[in-house]
């Protein structure tokens, strides 16, 4: 008897800042059941808050799907978290991964070419971002939970000049700097 076979689809550097877990799975009967469960790695309670799923398709071998998880079971130091499927035959699997924040990097961000969005994290409460000249081209506090947002595109196509281009960021721990380059 071969179990469900669960493929973790959540890129890391994407798990914090888009607060979605997706899943693959695979089974050579039918997938009847995915589920889970998150909490925070502070967290001294053995409790999970529940990932919840779409249901699979009836009769389905290939399921794919994915769950929003809560910003408040984010703690600074990051969030595990685990996935369960089972089959008709109520054979099952379960992964586990755990998702850390770099406590020395609070302000690591990240661009990827088909969605050129530079995502400030979580702890960070200002970001000011100047072009080499000094002048501003963006600059955002953190509204509430929310993580701050900068997208140098529009409509798919990048609008800023190619070049150099320097952050400031505010923390609780005062000031960081780094710098992103813009190419079309």
Known sequence: VTP????DRTPRTRVIDRKRISVRVTDDRQVYEV????RSMESESEYYEK?????????????????????????TKGFEYYITAS????VS???WVQVTVPSDL?????????NPELIFG???????????????????????????VWNPSKGG?????????????????????????VAK
């Not at 979580?122 to 953190?142: A, C, H, P, Q, S």
């Open 93 to 95: 699997t379960t992964t």
């Open 51 to 75: 990932l919840e799923f779409p249901e699979p398709e009836e009769g389905t071998l290939y399921y794919e799907g994915y769950a929003e998880i809560d910003d408040f079971f984010i703690s």
């Open 122 to 148: 979580y702890e960070v409460e200002e970001v000011l971002i100047t072009d080499m000249r000094g002048n501003e081209v963006f600059n955002k506090k953190r509204d509430g939970l929310n993580n701050i």
């Open 106 to 114: 609070p302000e690591q961000g990240f661009i990827t070419p088909s």
């Open 4 to 7: 469900p076979v669960i493929e």
């Open 35 to 38: 589920g889970g469960g998150y």
């Open 157 to 181: 196509s990048i609008y800023m000049e190619t070049g150099l281009y320097i952050y400031r960021i505010k923390t609780e721990e005062g000031y960081k700097y780094g710098s992103v380059v």
């Open 87 to 90: 089959d008709a035959f109520n």
